[in-house]
């Protein structure tokens, strides 16, 4: 899972940076975010880095709220590919569009994506030994696999 996050954020950080006009390879992103992270792998449980998973849920939040803000305000936008007006009716109208996949490797792009959304339940047992009160686990799983089914089900 960490491969894959590597290997993704340094794919986003280049296609971000080149925007900017800041030309760098996909593996010299690889290697800043491989050194950003060292430090967190340091600490020893997850009690050490509380702050990280906070971030997380906090920053994950806002993406698909901005995800969803901006396909609210493409439905309407005539250069969006959502926007359909019918001629017989006079009114634009909401038609799916799904892009095709353009190789094999889509697919594995979208398993892993999906895997590493629930790859989280892999430290239950290290959060339950870190609990003070270790019967009230089954509540905090309930709890955190209702948050990320909150969030990700809009999407």
């Given amino acids: 899972i960490c491969c894959v996050l590597i290997v993704l954020m340094g794919s986003f ?8 006009g800041v030309h760098s390879t996909n593996c010299t992103w690889m290697m800043i975010v491989t050194a950003c992270l060292a430090p967190l792998c340091w600490l020893g449980t997850p009690k050490d ?4 998973a906070v971030g997380a849920l906090v920053s994950t939040i806002i993406g698909c709220v901005m995800v969803m803000a901006k396909e609210a305000v493409d439905v309407s936008d005539e250069n969006s ?3 359909t007006y019918n001629t017989t009716t006079g009114e634009h109208t909401f038609d799916h569009h799904y892009p095709e996949p353009s190789s094999p490797l889509d ?3 979208a398993f892993s994506s999906v895997m590493f959304a629930f790859s989280g339940a892999a430290t239950f047992p290290t959060i339950q030994a870190d609990m003070r009160d270790k019967s009230k686990f089954p509540r905090a799983a309930v709890y955190s696999m209702i948050i990320l089914g909150l969030v990700y089900l809009p999407m």
């Fill in 49 to 52: 880095f509380w702050f990280v």
């Fill in 81 to 83: 590919c959502y926007y």
């Fill in 107 to 109: 697919f594995g792009k």
């Fill in 13 to 20: 950080l280049q296609n971000i940076f080149e925007y900017f």
